[in-house]
């Protein structure tokens, strides 16, 4: 069936996504289109040169993530990864998605001496560049890696990466289970589903028509990150649900969004390459995933209760008004303190982790 479309005009991008359309048979799921609109190199939205990152649309930035917001929110995450460096044994930090190199850079000034190595893993060769000029005075600690390693040891931070992974779509009409896709129509892409096996890992209650996502890429991520660290600790902050919630029946349109300008629309067929594409995280199944393949879960909780236990507000009675304003967006339950939530993984013994000492919600997930 086709559903409604995204009129495009040919680009290089688009001209590429036809290719593998005509390779795929007319056909492609649609981890396979968003992972190509976001990652094919230098054309996708995070491998082109538009800025992205940033506070107000007239930067020309497309969004604001929490270290670009205020440098509290790095400084407030350092006291965590500082204990857990010690916890574990390690000296080294992993970064995946550094984005512009803001958070890093706060990291690494309130970390100092504790940090002998801080090894960012990033697919953007554009955000690479921007992330170098940024860490300039860190340059003798800072590597860069397009991939995993065989083996990691140290302390991992990823913040706003696991939106950002290819998902499925799932449609359920009229009580059958589809396959959401793209093909080309005319001079746009557009949907078509197509039956399929696959399904939600809860049943959906209700006989309503339903969208909503399935994440096999990030927890894939996840279960190899597991699989290579050898010794260490994992802290990813993002917005998202445990599956009760993820899965609800009211949530019937699903959690995919664009960005571009500061501004959302529900339409990643439009402008490919031109904004970002994200899906809310299931945090439950990222739980599950590093629990299968030998981590331990640390905790989980919402980003608002883990900077308030990891110390920002001390930090906050040292700030001017205006630096308080903006960190307040952190912790407040309409901002980002509630939607985004923060878990955390050991490699080895598990000990109570300071970002985790109240309001631990990993009995939901």
């Given at each position: 069936m086709n559903l409604e479309q995204g009129a495009d005009r040919a680009t290089p991008l688009t001209r590429i996504i036809d290719a593998a359309l005509q390779r795929a048979g007319g056909w492609l799921p649609f981890d396979r289109f968003m992972a190509m609109a976001l990652y094919a190199p230098g054309l996708g939205y995070y491998a082109n040169t538009s800025r992205k990152f940033g506070q107000m649309p007239d930067s020309g930035s497309d969004f604001v993530t929490a270290p670009e917001l205020t440098p509290l929110f790095g400084r407030t995450l350092a006291i965590q990864v500082a204990e857990a460096l010690d916890k574990t044994g390690t000296d080294e930090v992993w970064e995946f998605g550094a984005g512009s190199g803001a958070?890093?850079?706060q990291l690494l000034d309130a970390l100092g001496d504790?940090?002998?190595r801080y090894r960012i893993v990033d697919l953007s060769g554009t955000l690479r560049e921007r992330q170098q000029q940024t860490l300039a005075k860190h340059s003798g600690k800072v590597e860069w890696l397009s991939e995993l390693p065989e083996t990691l040891r140290g302390v991992v931070v990823g913040n706003e990466v696991l939106d950002a992974m290819p998902v499925q779509l799932l449609v359920r009409t009229k009580g059958e289970w589809f396959e959401r896709g793209v093909v080309r129509h005319g001079d746009g892409l557009v949907w078509e589903d197509r039956p399929t096996e696959l399904r939600p890992p809860v049943e959906v209650q209700g006989a309503h028509d339903y969208l909503s996502e399935i994440h096999p890429q990030a927890e894939a991520f996840i279960a190899t990150l597991a699989d290579r660290m050898k010794q260490g600790a994992a802290?990813?902050?993002?917005?998202g649900f445990p599956e009760s919630e993820y899965y609800h029946p009211q949530r019937h349109m699903g959690t995919v969004m664009c960005h571009r300008g500061h501004l959302a629309d529900p339409d990643p067929l439009a402008d490919v390459g031109q904004k970002d594409i994200t899906a809310h995280v299931n945090?439950?199944?990222v739980a599950v995933a590093g629990q299968d393949a030998g981590l331990e879960v640390l905790g989980y909780c919402s980003q608002a209760r883990f900077l308030l236990n990891a110390g920002i507000?001390?930090?906050?009675?040292?700030?001017?008004l205006a630096e308080r304003t903006l960190a307040a967006r952190l912790i407040h339950e309409h901002e980002m303190g509630e939607l985004f939530k923060v878990i955390g993984f050991v490699a080895g013994e598990p000990w109570d982790a300071i970002g985790f000492a109240e309001g631990d919600r990993m009995h939901t997930l």
């Open positions: 958070l890093a850079l504790r940090v002998a802290f990813f902050i993002d917005y945090f439950t199944g507000l001390p930090l906050l009675e040292q700030a001017t």
